[in-house]
Protein backbone atom coordinates (compact mmCIF):
# COMPACT_ATOMS: atom_id res chain seq x y z
CA UNK A 1 0.00 0.00 0.00
CA UNK A 2 0.78 3.64 -0.16
CA UNK A 3 -0.74 5.14 2.62
CA UNK A 4 0.15 8.89 3.51
CA UNK A 5 -0.59 10.42 7.31
CA UNK A 6 -0.13 13.63 8.24
CA UNK A 7 -1.83 15.41 10.99
CA UNK A 8 -5.05 16.75 10.41
CA UNK A 9 -4.26 20.67 12.02
CA UNK A 10 -1.98 22.38 13.43
CA UNK A 11 -1.74 25.96 15.27
CA UNK A 12 1.23 28.26 15.71
CA UNK A 13 1.83 32.13 16.35
CA UNK A 14 3.90 34.85 13.75
CA UNK A 15 7.16 34.37 14.08
CA UNK A 16 7.85 30.85 15.56
CA UNK A 17 8.63 27.59 13.87
CA UNK A 18 6.70 24.47 13.01
CA UNK A 19 7.52 21.32 11.76
CA UNK A 20 4.52 19.17 9.77
CA UNK A 21 5.32 15.44 9.87
CA UNK A 22 4.25 12.92 7.08
CA UNK A 23 4.62 8.94 7.44
CA UNK A 24 4.41 6.74 4.50
CA UNK A 25 4.70 3.16 3.98
CA UNK A 26 8.16 2.35 2.72
CA UNK A 27 7.45 0.52 -0.38
CA UNK A 28 7.02 2.17 -3.74
CA UNK A 29 7.66 6.12 -3.66
CA UNK A 30 10.29 7.57 -5.78
CA UNK A 31 10.29 10.48 -3.86
CA UNK A 32 8.37 12.47 -1.65
CA UNK A 33 6.75 16.34 -2.20
CA UNK A 34 5.45 18.86 -0.26
CA UNK A 35 2.66 21.46 -1.38
CA UNK A 36 1.17 24.43 -0.09
CA UNK A 37 -2.36 25.23 -0.98
CA UNK A 38 -4.50 27.96 0.14
CA UNK A 39 -8.26 27.99 0.36
CA UNK A 40 -9.90 27.54 -3.09
CA UNK A 41 -6.27 28.07 -4.88
CA UNK A 42 -4.17 25.54 -6.27
CA UNK A 43 -1.59 23.82 -4.68
CA UNK A 44 2.14 25.15 -4.94
CA UNK A 45 4.94 22.97 -5.08
CA UNK A 46 7.67 23.67 -2.13
CA UNK A 47 10.02 21.22 -2.22
CA UNK A 48 10.87 17.40 -3.69
CA UNK A 49 13.12 15.39 -1.65
CA UNK A 50 14.80 11.92 -3.35
CA UNK A 51 17.45 11.72 -1.59
CA UNK A 52 17.67 10.89 2.53
CA UNK A 53 18.32 14.62 4.42
CA UNK A 54 17.65 18.02 4.99
CA UNK A 55 16.68 20.46 1.93
CA UNK A 56 16.72 24.13 3.11
CA UNK A 57 15.01 26.76 0.56
CA UNK A 58 14.72 30.24 2.54
CA UNK A 59 12.49 29.67 5.43
CA UNK A 60 11.30 26.18 4.28
CA UNK A 61 12.98 22.72 4.89
CA UNK A 62 11.82 19.67 4.36
CA UNK A 63 13.62 16.51 5.57
CA UNK A 64 13.18 12.56 3.84
CA UNK A 65 14.47 9.45 5.66
CA UNK A 66 13.36 6.42 2.67
CA UNK A 67 14.00 3.90 5.43
CA UNK A 68 12.21 4.92 8.31
CA UNK A 69 8.74 6.33 5.74
CA UNK A 70 9.05 9.25 7.36
CA UNK A 71 9.22 13.23 6.16
CA UNK A 72 9.18 16.63 7.50
CA UNK A 73 8.52 20.26 6.57
CA UNK A 74 9.96 22.72 8.28
CA UNK A 75 8.48 26.66 8.54
CA UNK A 76 10.45 29.22 9.64
CA UNK A 77 9.97 32.81 11.26
CA UNK A 78 6.11 31.76 10.84
CA UNK A 79 3.84 34.86 8.91
CA UNK A 80 0.32 34.83 8.60
CA UNK A 81 0.14 34.42 4.89
CA UNK A 82 1.79 31.07 5.51
CA UNK A 83 -1.85 29.94 7.01
CA UNK A 84 -2.48 27.36 4.17
CA UNK A 85 -3.33 23.49 3.78
CA UNK A 86 -0.14 21.64 3.68
CA UNK A 87 0.06 18.73 1.53
CA UNK A 88 2.66 15.40 1.07
CA UNK A 89 2.70 13.51 -1.48
CA UNK A 90 4.80 10.08 -2.91
CA UNK A 91 5.43 10.02 -5.86
CA UNK A 92 5.14 6.65 -7.66
CA UNK A 93 7.46 4.06 -9.40
CA UNK A 94 6.65 4.94 -12.48
CA UNK A 95 6.86 8.51 -12.09
CA UNK A 96 3.37 9.10 -13.47
CA UNK A 97 1.29 10.48 -9.96
CA UNK A 98 1.27 11.70 -7.24
CA UNK A 99 -0.41 10.50 -3.96
CA UNK A 100 -1.22 12.54 -1.90
CA UNK A 101 -2.41 12.69 1.93
CA UNK A 102 -4.87 14.69 3.10
CA UNK A 103 -3.08 17.86 4.08
CA UNK A 104 -2.64 19.30 7.23
CA UNK A 105 -4.05 22.62 7.86
CA UNK A 106 -2.01 25.75 9.53
CA UNK A 107 -3.34 28.66 10.99
CA UNK A 108 -0.83 30.81 12.29
CA UNK A 109 -1.76 33.65 14.87
CA UNK A 110 -0.56 36.89 15.89
CA UNK B 1 4.43 32.48 -19.96
CA UNK B 2 0.70 31.52 -19.57
CA UNK B 3 0.71 28.72 -16.67
CA UNK B 4 -1.91 26.11 -16.57
CA UNK B 5 -5.04 26.73 -17.75
CA UNK B 6 -8.64 25.68 -16.81
CA UNK B 7 -12.19 26.16 -17.95
CA UNK B 8 -14.53 26.54 -16.44
CA UNK B 9 -13.58 28.01 -13.38
CA UNK B 10 -17.25 26.67 -11.48
CA UNK B 11 -20.00 24.63 -13.21
CA UNK B 12 -22.98 23.55 -11.57
CA UNK B 13 -25.26 20.27 -12.88
CA UNK B 14 -27.61 17.94 -12.40
CA UNK B 15 -27.11 14.30 -10.91
CA UNK B 16 -27.05 12.29 -13.96
CA UNK B 17 -25.78 14.58 -16.17
CA UNK B 18 -22.15 14.48 -18.22
CA UNK B 19 -19.55 17.06 -17.74
CA UNK B 20 -16.71 18.43 -19.62
CA UNK B 21 -13.70 20.28 -18.06
CA UNK B 22 -10.73 21.40 -20.08
CA UNK B 23 -6.96 22.13 -19.16
CA UNK B 24 -3.99 23.86 -21.12
CA UNK B 25 -1.18 22.52 -19.65
CA UNK B 26 2.05 25.11 -19.46
CA UNK B 27 3.48 26.13 -22.36
CA UNK B 28 6.48 23.40 -22.90
CA UNK B 29 5.04 20.90 -21.46
CA UNK B 30 3.42 18.07 -22.51
CA UNK B 31 1.91 15.64 -20.00
CA UNK B 32 -1.23 16.11 -18.15
CA UNK B 33 -2.71 14.65 -14.97
CA UNK B 34 -6.24 14.45 -13.75
CA UNK B 35 -7.08 14.80 -9.69
CA UNK B 36 -10.10 14.82 -8.06
CA UNK B 37 -10.24 16.97 -4.22
CA UNK B 38 -13.02 16.64 -2.49
CA UNK B 39 -13.42 19.37 0.58
CA UNK B 40 -11.16 18.82 3.33
CA UNK B 41 -8.70 16.16 1.24
CA UNK B 42 -5.84 15.91 -0.33
CA UNK B 43 -5.77 15.39 -4.48
CA UNK B 44 -6.52 12.21 -5.81
CA UNK B 45 -5.03 11.01 -8.81
CA UNK B 46 -7.99 10.10 -11.90
CA UNK B 47 -5.32 9.74 -14.65
CA UNK B 48 -2.35 10.68 -16.79
CA UNK B 49 -2.21 11.84 -20.31
CA UNK B 50 0.73 11.17 -22.46
CA UNK B 51 1.44 11.42 -26.38
CA UNK B 52 -2.34 11.57 -26.62
CA UNK B 53 -3.00 8.51 -24.47
CA UNK B 54 -3.74 7.32 -21.13
CA UNK B 55 -0.50 6.26 -19.53
CA UNK B 56 -2.04 5.87 -15.83
CA UNK B 57 -5.25 5.32 -14.38
CA UNK B 58 -6.40 5.76 -10.51
CA UNK B 59 -9.08 4.21 -8.99
CA UNK B 60 -11.74 5.76 -10.35
CA UNK B 61 -14.91 4.20 -12.52
CA UNK B 62 -15.27 4.01 -16.20
CA UNK B 63 -17.40 6.76 -15.88
CA UNK B 64 -14.15 9.52 -15.81
CA UNK B 65 -12.44 9.77 -19.08
CA UNK B 66 -10.45 11.99 -21.07
CA UNK B 67 -8.40 12.82 -23.96
CA UNK B 68 -5.23 14.53 -24.94
CA UNK B 69 -4.77 16.43 -27.98
CA UNK B 70 -2.44 17.10 -30.63
CA UNK B 71 -1.28 20.53 -28.99
CA UNK B 72 -1.16 18.71 -25.56
CA UNK B 73 -4.20 20.00 -23.90
CA UNK B 74 -6.83 17.83 -22.25
CA UNK B 75 -10.55 17.35 -21.60
CA UNK B 76 -11.88 15.47 -18.83
CA UNK B 77 -14.98 13.63 -18.88
CA UNK B 78 -17.41 12.64 -16.97
CA UNK B 79 -20.73 10.82 -17.29
CA UNK B 80 -24.10 10.44 -15.37
CA UNK B 81 -23.04 12.43 -12.57
CA UNK B 82 -23.58 11.72 -9.14
CA UNK B 83 -23.60 13.97 -5.75
CA UNK B 84 -20.18 12.25 -4.81
CA UNK B 85 -18.37 13.68 -7.82
CA UNK B 86 -18.83 17.47 -6.20
CA UNK B 87 -15.02 18.46 -6.03
CA UNK B 88 -11.82 20.54 -7.22
CA UNK B 89 -11.30 19.12 -10.41
CA UNK B 90 -7.20 19.96 -11.04
CA UNK B 91 -4.91 19.83 -13.64
CA UNK B 92 -1.23 19.72 -13.55
CA UNK B 93 0.80 19.65 -16.29
CA UNK B 94 4.66 17.94 -17.31
CA UNK B 95 6.95 17.21 -18.98
CA UNK B 96 7.56 13.78 -20.38
CA UNK B 97 4.81 11.56 -18.54
CA UNK B 98 6.94 12.14 -15.33
CA UNK B 99 5.57 14.65 -12.28
CA UNK B 100 8.68 15.69 -10.72
CA UNK B 101 7.86 18.80 -11.74
CA UNK B 102 4.07 19.35 -11.83
CA UNK B 103 3.01 22.26 -11.93
CA UNK B 104 -1.00 22.90 -10.88
CA UNK B 105 -4.01 24.86 -12.62
CA UNK B 106 -6.31 26.70 -10.56
CA UNK B 107 -8.70 24.06 -10.53
CA UNK B 108 -12.42 23.57 -11.89
CA UNK B 109 -15.03 23.58 -9.00
CA UNK B 110 -18.04 21.11 -10.11
CA UNK B 111 -21.35 21.19 -7.75
CA UNK B 112 -23.54 18.40 -8.46
CA UNK B 113 -27.21 18.63 -6.95
Known amino acids: GQNIDQPTEMTATEGAIVQINCTYQ??????LFWYQQHAGEAPTFLSY????GLEEKGRFSSFLSRSKGYSYLLLKELQMKDSASYLCAGLNQAGTALIFGKGTTLSVSS | DAGVTQSPTHLIKTRGQQVTLRCSPKSGHDTVSWYQQALGQGPQFIFQYYEEEERQRGNFPDRFSGHQFPNYSSELNVNALLLGDSALYLC????????????FGQGTRLTVV
Open chain 1, 49 to 52: NVLD
Open chain 1, 26 to 31: TSGFNG
Open chain 2, 92 to 103: ASSLRGMNTEAF
